[in-house]
């Protein structure tokens, strides 16, 4: 390609919307360009590296035993009612109509489609296991788009599905399609982190979740150095320093406490730790108001607390609602005495005795209250935000937080789908039995992402080989020079000949602007033609991060094409 006449619109000043660095580099480096709020379009540099990483997301599923498909992202409400995920998707799902007042859904993933397939065509278990992929765009109306593409509304995914006759074949096939996650991002030299999660709306007995550690990632992932747990901080699960308070219960009583509504206020005023109140806060779960009640120095898991209620969405109510259920300013709320709604409490709080909480009274508190004498909740469950410094359940070593960006999902999803679709095969003893599935994404825009986020320098991108836009650039550092020019247009044609992807800077511009622009798109091998070819008819080479060398123009050839060769070589034996 020349240059030229390429579309690769790159910019020097940092964009004002760029959050991060890699979403900076994104924008600066002309690979994608923002239509509207999570939505955007991939330009040419930008989607020549999205079809090579779907090129080794392919070889990898293709490596596992996994077919290739091609699902619709426009789908009848009906099959999405089959499994109640119309409801539960809630406003995530983008729904429309129509023309004959039928109701339709954009899919933001592809279990119900995939399952409907195989109910009417895998009859028997002569078939199984089966595993099903496709690379396809997915919808979901996220309510914060962030990052540009790590958290778009309308993204590329990977997603595979796998069928099998019991439990033992689900675990074949999970772990199969983990060992791939695992090749996948070992060829995006992506260092990355397996970790327990939280399965959210896709649901089934467990899901792992593969993680990329950065410090702009939206997650939190806790970790573990003496016996390796990992886990999303959604899911994770910690043993937190117990607070006991002996003695004996005494009478609650109701103390002004004028200028105290923090918990930190509060524990001035008392002249106690935080350990010894109990938080009382008031959410929507849904449109139903609850009361979740938790120890004073912790936090709540508010994923942990919806899988309890079993709700879509759970925010913190506003204030007019809380003095509507407190009958108290907001900081005043507490178990005893509340309007009759649902109580969620911490299994930390039944432990405390003599507690301080809020009166439900403006400006006063209640002491010496427990729980079984002074209030009852109607589940008790750890609903507690696990925090660095706590301990690990398994061998109590200390545990770590780190962000991260989450790339890769799978699931072990059991017959959660197959159940309520009545997807059944006849297994070898004649009877009907459902499918054992598991399902796996992969987000290939976000992964793009990812790379981008975690390989850089000052000067721009620096790809891993395999998914880098182009191979080589050749710079003639004055296309006006003709000796320059005819050895740089030579050595273009012969790499163009060989098949290599490589580019020829002939624009009438600065050998520096063409330094920057190449660095900054991250082409990974640098071949210049400058004014030391006149004098020692030397050619400079040079890889992205890598020392200048004086090599002759055969030598720079030849090496550009076996780098070729190897990354040709290395994608056939995944296939
Ligand atoms: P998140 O927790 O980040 O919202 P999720 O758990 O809902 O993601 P999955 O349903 O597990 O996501 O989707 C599989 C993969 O698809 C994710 O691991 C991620 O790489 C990608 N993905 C999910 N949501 C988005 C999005 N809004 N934009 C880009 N990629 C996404
Ligand atoms: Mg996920």
């Known amino acids: 390609m ?125 078939q199984l296991p089966l595993s099903l992929f496709q690379i396809q765009t997915k919808f979901r109306d996220e309510a914060r788009p962030r990052f540009g593409v790590i958290r778009a509304r309308e993204f590329s995914m990977k997603d595979a599905y796998s069928f099998d006759i019991d439990e033992q074949g689900l675990d074949r096939s999970f772990q199969a399609m983990f060992d ?7 060829r995006l030299r992506l260092p990355s982190i397996a970790v327990e999660a939280d399965s959210g709306a896709i649901g089934g007995t467990g899901s792992v979740e593969f993680m990329i550690p950065t410090g702009t990632g939206e997650d939190q992932i806790i970790y573990c150095d003496g016996c390796g747990y990992a886990a999303n901080i959604e899911k994770a699960v910690s043993r937190y320093e117990p607070y006991y308070f002996d003695g004996d219960m005494l009478s609650t009583e109701i103390v002004p406490t004028p200028h105290a509504s923090t918990i930190d206020e509060v524990s001035a005023f008392f002249d106690v730790p935080a350990q010894r109140f109990i938080k009382t806060l008031i ?74 909480t809020g009166a439900n009274q403006d400006d006063a508190h209640m002491i010496n209250v427990n729980y079984g004498r002074d209030f009852v909740a109607d589940q008790v469950l750890d609903m507690r935000r696990t925090a660095a410094g706590d301990h690990c359940t398994r061998c109590d070593g200390p545990l770590r937080v780190q962000r991260g960006i989450e790339v890769g999902h799978v699931f072990k999803l059991g017959t959660v789908y197959s159940e309520p679709m009545h997807a059944t095969f006849a297994a070898e003893d004649g009877s009907e039995r459902p499918f054992v599935m598991g399902c796996y994404g992969i987000g290939i825009s976000r992964l793009v992402a990812a790379v981008i986020e975690t390989s850089n320098d000052e000067n721009g991108i620096i790809w891993p080989l395999e998914i880098a836009p182009y191979l080589a650039v050749i710079i003639p550092t004055n296309v006006d020079t003709p000796q320059i020019r005819d050895v740089a247009e030579k050595m273009y044609a012969e790499l163009c000949e060989e098949g290599c992807e490589v580019l020829i800077d002939d624009r009438a511009v600065s050998a520096g602007t063409k330094f920057k622009d190449n660095d900054l798109i991250g082409i990974p091998v640098t071949i210049t033609v400058g004014k030391n070819y006149l004098s020692s008819g030397l050619v400079e080479y040079r890889l992205r991060t890598g020392a200048l060398a004086a090599i002759p123009e055969e030598t720079a050839v030849s090496r550009v094409c076996d780098l070729s060769e190897m990354l040709r070589n290395q994608s056939e034996r995944y296939i």
């Open 2 to 126: 020349r240059w030229s006449s390429a579309f690769i619109p790159t910019r020097r000043d940092k964009p004002a919307e760029a959050e991060t660095r890699g979403h900076e580099l994104m924008l600066r480096a002309g690979m994608i360009k923002q239509l509207s709020s999570g939505i955007y379009s991939y330009l040419p540099p930008g989607y020549r590296v999205i079809r090579k990483l779907e090129e080794v997301v392919r070889q990898e599923m293709v490596r596992v035993g996994a077919q290739e498909l091609f699902m619709p992202a426009m789908q009848p409400r009906e099959i999405w009612d089959e499994t109640g995920r119309w409801d539960k998707y809630g406003s995530n799902m983008v729904k429309f109509r129509d023309r004959n007042n039928r109701a339709y859904g954009l899919a933001p993933t592809h279990e119900e489609a995939v399952t409907d397939i195989v109910r009417a065509l895998v009859l028997s278990y002569r």
């Open 180 to 186: 791939a996650y695992v090749r996948i991002l070992q």
């Open 283 to 356: 959410y929507y779960a849904d449109n139903t108001p609850i009361a979740a009640l938790i120890r004073g120095d912790h936090e709540v898991n508010e994923v942990k607390l919806a899988n309890a209620v079993g709700c879509q969405e759970l925010v913190l109510a506003d204030a007019r609602t809380i003095e509507e259920i407190t009958h108290a300013r907001v900081g005043f709320a507490g178990p005893v005495g509340i309007d009759r709604i649902p109580i969620y409490c911490d299994d930390a709080v039944p432990l405390m005795r003599n507690a301080l």
